[in-house]
């Protein structure tokens, strides 16, 4: 198959607050792209198939005909209504500022509906995470004042597990973009927190225990060093979304505590919590 460009779509409008620097003719071609993705789901198609072959069954004892036991074949379709994509546009081409411009372009737009089986298990917010390396942070925060200004976006910067820790979930909730380094979620620190938050906080420290000559011995302290997200079974993503809603419905019978040196004081609010993971969150929309 081909892909193909989009020199025959349509431009958007240049966004907004793009008042002094202006996106080219072929940016506004690509953000009017991004924008349709938002706006009209796609649907994805999926099927998921299975095939086993029946044993050997032979007629007699002491003959050598045989003949198969029949085959299964398996096929469960499913179909997805998508959002999104990728912008695949050269480097240099201005994908940085073609992506804030979709930011700008659909402020006070209705962030995407959280689907009815996944309702009461996120906290809501209007903000767009951007994952990107530490060393990209400074260029997205030079690109947002130089497109928009310093007054348009309230933007959290999370370089560090540290920043995170002196964040509620009512500050995130506030801003409008989240620009966080995606080193941040192989922390072990944070990789911690997530699994304290998921209610299985004590595995690592049951396999760190039942490590030969128990966790001070040289394998242990090896052990104790690797980023414990290497290890698949590390944090069960369903229990922290059952854990969060009940959170939700009942924040001070769940009894969560902040960030350790802050008090370590229960949140009696959703609003404050403090040092919430970003796996908690709704996300406006996510930039990867």
Known sequence: FGL???????????????????LRAEQCRSLGWMVKREEEPAPLVVEYRAHTRGRVHYLQASSSLVFWGGVTDVRLRAKYEVRGGIL????????????IGLIDARMGKP????PAWEEGRFFNTRATLVLCPSNLIAQWEQEIEKFVGRQTFKVLVVRTVTQLKAATVKSIQEVDIVLCSYRLLYSPIYQKRLRYFSGSAGVEEAHLAAAPGGMSSAFGRKLQRMPYARHADSVDLAALRQRTAQFIRNPRRSKWQGAQGSGDKFAHTVEEL??????QFWWNRLLY
């Open 111 to 114: 962030p995407p509906p959280i």
């Open 274 to 279: 403090q040092y919430p993971v970003l796996e």
């Open 88 to 99: 695949g546009d050269a480097i240099g081409y201005g994908k940085t500022a073609t992506t």
């Open 4 to 22: 193909t460009d989009n020199s025959g779509d349509a431009g958007h409008p240049q966004p907004p607050h793009f008042a002094r620097w202006r």
